[in-house]
DNA sequence: GGAATGACTGTACCGCAGGTCCAGCCGCTC
DNA sequence: GAGCGGCTGGACCTGCGGTACAGTCATTCC
């Protein structure tokens, strides 16, 4: 709250900042702290002053990015359903938009934080695996309820449960990245949305 | 070849087998030497003499891994081949298969070394990318090897690309996974392969 | 029988990263 | 001018990855 002096907004937001490209681009474990502070500018105990450790940053780096994350998938949801009246055709919509949002990523994906904590387990307490744990059902809920709507116009043509098939966005986001990286093929991930989405036309229109 | 001592069936194998364990189960960050060392009753030096250093064990570990993994593969194809003729219900037998394998599995999956060395970067050196780019590929080339026999004689009901279907596979194996360890629904992954199943279904044979 | 080799052991040491403790400082508000 | 938020500075400890190097002991080759 330096508003007046304006010298430094906020440094425990611009360690978050400066911490989740680190952790995205080469993992939790290979972002030092040493280099965090060095970043911002400030000392050591600065940064304990801020996190009590690095757990406390993992936690925090979490929590950031599911809402961040829930704050564009709401955005997205809110521009497809502004284009169509239809649940399904607003969802296959919003895949739509989805997908060339991951797609006109030029590097390769930043990566998801769900799966760095998830490949990183030990580090970390019970509390953030929590946290990712809710956030994960966070988003078979949110998708789960656009399935509802559809399914109450659109007979199910293949048998799904239709909580299988809110996951299975969840699973080929994650699975997506992480193949996308590995290959180092930006594109893979946004193709492999659409043929999600091909899958759910499938599903409700039949081939 | 100390078979005659008979004191200790190979120490290289027995680190590997203690680190991958660990590894699965906590990640390569978490797993110390100290500790492998501790597992197999060696010293440091005696650690050090197998591997020059952690890079390499990662290396050997993701190598040890590529080819059991396609060991299993080879033999649930031809299990698949052997109770059918025509390809696509040789393909589809395959993926029940390998469904009900990892429904199987009492605790969660023990995750996927692919994605392990993905979201540990920074540690690797170039060579241990190549070789999980290489791995992914080969499944590739293999899914996509078997999708061709497919095509040739079910003409596809739905536009889609063949690279990208075999790409889905790895997708959802390796984004249930990580999805099912997450929530810690062991079953999450099986089911998510159950839909992989069923959209290869409706791509050659409609809804 | 002697040399070489493979598979180690033991000891000592280094640098880095995470983490703790604690005293102090500076600007702001009450 | 007292107290608080947001730090700084420095000393110190631990565990881990890694290096260096000399020695050991069983087996194998000539």
Same sequence: chains 1, 2.
Wanted: hydrophobic residues 50%.
């Amino acid at each position: 709250m330096n508003e007046i002096t304006g010298r430094r907004e906020n440094t425990r937001d611009r360690l978050l900042e400066l911490a989740e490209a680190a952790v995205l681009q080469k993992g939790f474990g290979a972002t030092s702290i040493e280099e965090l502070i060095a970043g911002v500018g400030i000392s050591k105990s600065g940064f304990f002053y801020h996190f009590s450790d690095k757990g406390e940053l993992a936690k925090a780096l979490l929590l950031r990015y599911i809402e961040r994350d829930n704050v564009i998938l709401d955005e997205l949801f809110a521009q497809a359903d502004a284009l169509n009246e239809d649940p399904l055709h607003g969802f296959l919509v919003a895949l739509k938009l989805f997908g060339d949002m991951m797609g006109a990523m030029t590097e390769v994906h930043p990566g998801c934080m769900v799966a760095s904590v998830c490949y990183q387990e030990h580090l970390f307490d019970r509390e953030i695996h929590a946290l990712a744990r809710d956030g994960v059902i966070a988003w078979r809920r949110r998708f789960r309820a656009r399935l509802d709507a559809i399914v109450a116009l659109y007979p199910p043509k293949l048998p799904v449960e239709l909580d299988d098939l809110a996951d299975m966005l969840s699973v080929m986001v994650d699975g997506g990245i992480t193949i996308s990286r590995v290959t180092r093929d930006p594109v893979l991930l946004a193709r492999q949305i659409m043929l999600y989405r091909a899958f759910v036309k499938a599903v409700f229109l039949g081939a």
